[in-house]
């Protein structure tokens, strides 16, 4: 089974601070990605990436950077962490492009005070 | 990104069906997915559809796409209590997931 990790269930963070979320997947996929879900606005895309060291950004990447460096890792960076980038964030991997499916971690939920 | 559209919330009672609506804008949709998330986890891929097909079965699930209005539902029979949780639809292209885009999510709660 093809498993995608996020390295924290929870997190809460102050503002101001620089927050770091890590995804690692297994399966030597190519794409991944970076989603925020919150109520009523489903899943909005921040940042994807396609290769090592290739990124693109997605629907709603202010605020935000990211960083892969190996093929099975992919990190959000927060620079400077504000109240309204509380949300639950939530990681995907799939195949190169043609694949039906994309498998997600089990989300961090980040709280920001 | 595109648009899809889906209610937010709908009950039912155990043993009754379910469908799930979902309405989307991108006419050069190539697949269009169902995922569901139980509480506390991510998205799982439940079923999925290509856009040149109408419907689609398995198991308790059916799905029915009408191109010309596009208009997508999940139908699940005998619903019981797990499958309480929300459901996403999602359209993406041939190019793959990378242009996945989601709708706002279906929370079901099935009452026993």
């Known amino acids: 089974d093809v498993k995608v990790t996020q390295s924290s269930r929870y997190l809460v963070k102050r503002t101001g601070e620089k927050v770091f979320l890590e995804c690692v997947q297994d399966m030597d996929h190519e794409n991944m990605f970076w989603y925020r879900q919150d109520p009523g606005l489903g899943l909005r895309l921040i940042y994807f990436?396609?290769?090592?060291?290739?990124?693109e950004k997605g629907d709603i990447p202010e605020g935000y950077s990211v960083s892969r460096e190996k093929k099975e890792r992919f990190s959000l960076i927060l620079e400077s962490a504000s109240t309204n980038q509380t949300s639950m964030y939530l990681c995907?991997?799939?195949?190169?492009?043609?694949?039906?499916?994309?498998?997600f971690g089990q989300g961090t939920r980040l709280t920001v005070v | 990104g595109e648009d899809v559209e889906q209610s937010l919330f709908l009950s039912v009672r155990e043993g009754d069906s379910s469908v799930i609506n979902c309405t989307y804008t991108?006419?050069?949709?190539?697949?269009l997915y169902w995922y569901k998330q139980e509480p506390g986890a991510g998205l799982q891929l439940l079923t999925y559809?290509?856009?040149?097909?109408d419907m689609k079965q398995d198991q308790r699930l059916t799905v029915l796409l009408n191109k010309k209005d596009k208009h997508l539902s999940l139908r699940i029979a005998d619903t019981q209590t797990g499958d309480s949780a929300i459901y996403f639809c999602a359209e993406g292209e041939e190019t793959g997931a990378n242009n996945l885009f989601f709708g706002t999510g279906t929370r079901l709660t099935v009452i026993p």
């Open positions: 995907a991997s799939s195949l190169s492009p043609g694949s039906t499916e994309a498998f």
């Open positions: 991108d006419s050069s949709s190539t697949y």
């Open positions: 990436s396609y290769d090592v060291k290739m990124k």
């Open positions: 559809i290509f856009s040149n097909m």
